[in-house]
C-alpha cells in the first residue's frame, strides 16, 4: 500500500515513515500543508497520516479540501491538540481515526492495518482468489494452508492488483504503487518482479496476465492456463 505522512516533526516523522516501510508499505512524506495538498492532488494513495499542526496550511484545512473534492481517502491524524471536542472536529471534518501524540508507534501500525482492511477488503480480515488467500494489511499470503513466501516488491504486486481484480492494472499505476518519492524502479525491475511473482503463483488457482497494450490483470489461473 502506499501511504502519505504529513507531518512537520522531523524526529516524528522519521519514526512513523520508518515503522511504515518496516510493515512494507511505500511511504512518501511532507512537512507542510501545502506540500500535502498538492501530493494528495497528484498522487494516488491509499492512507493519509496527519498531523493537524501543519506549516502553511493548517492540517484541519487539508482534511477539508480533501473531503470537498469527494476523496474517500481512510485519515488518521495524529496531533497533539487533546479534548473531547476537538476530537469529534476532526471527526466531523472526515477523519477516520485520531491518535493524540506521544503514541506507541505499534498503535499507530495497528490503526493502520485496521484502515487498509477496511478499505481493500470491505471489513473482512482476507481477500481470496483460487486457492490464494491473503492478508494485505497485514502482509501474509497463504496457498490454502500452507504460507506463501513473498519479498516486500512481490507483495507489493500482489496487492496492487488485488485491490483492482476486476480491471487492468497499468505499468505506471503498479510503479507508483510500489515506489516512494526517494525510490525508483525501472521497467527491467518491474518485470523481473513480475516473473518472480508470476513463478510463485503456480499452484494457486491465480494467474496474473498480460493485457497487452494496457497492463495487468489478476484472475483466476484456469482462465489464463495456456497463456502461462
Known amino acids: ?78 496531533t497533539a491538540r487533546e479534548g473531547l471536542r476537538e476530537r469529534v472536529r476532526v471527526l466531523d471534518l472526515g477523519a477516520d481515526d485520531y491518535l493524540v501524540k506521544p503514541f506507541a508507534l505499534a498503535e499507530l501500525d495497528a490503526r493502520v492495518r485496521a484502515q487498509l482492511r477496511r478499505r481493500t477488503s470491505n471489513g473482512t480480515p482476507e481477500w481470496t482468489m483460487g486457492k490464494l488467500r491473503l492478508d494485505l494489511p497485514g502482509h501474509r499470503a497463504w496457498v490454502e494452508e500452507s504460507p506463501l513466501e513473498l519479498t516486500a516488491r512481490e507483495f507489493g504486486l500482489l496487492e496492487a492488483l488485488a485491490a483492482r481484480p476486476d480491471r487492468v492494472t497499468s505499468r505506471a499505476q503498479l510503479i507508483e504503487a510500489l515506489c516512494n518519492w526517494d525510490q525508483d524502479l525501472t521497467d527491467n525491475g518491474l518485470d523481473i518482479a513480475l516473473h518472480r511473482l508470476r513463478r510463485k503463483l503456480k499452484g494457486s488457482g491465480t494467474s496474473v496476465r498480460t493485457v497487452r497494450g494496457l497492463g495487468y490483470l489478476l484472475e483466476e489461473a484456469e482462465a489464463t492456463a495456456a497463456e502461462h
Open 1 to 78: 500500500m502506499r501511504i502519505l505522512v504529513a507531518e512537520d516533526d522531523s524526529s516524528i516523522s522519521a519514526g512513523i515513515c520508518a515503522s511504515l516501510r518496516q510493515g512494507g508499505h511505500a511511504v512518501d512524506h511532507v512537512a507542510d500543508g501545502q506540500r500535502a495538498d498538492h501530493a494528495l492532488r497528484d498522487h494516488t494513495y491509499d492512507l493519509l497520516v496527519l498531523d493537524l499542526g501543519l506549516p502553511l496550511l493548517d492540517g484541519s484545512d487539508v482534511l477539508t479540501r480533501l473531503r470537498r473534492r469527494g476523496t474517500e481517502l481512510p485519515v488518521i491524524v495524529v
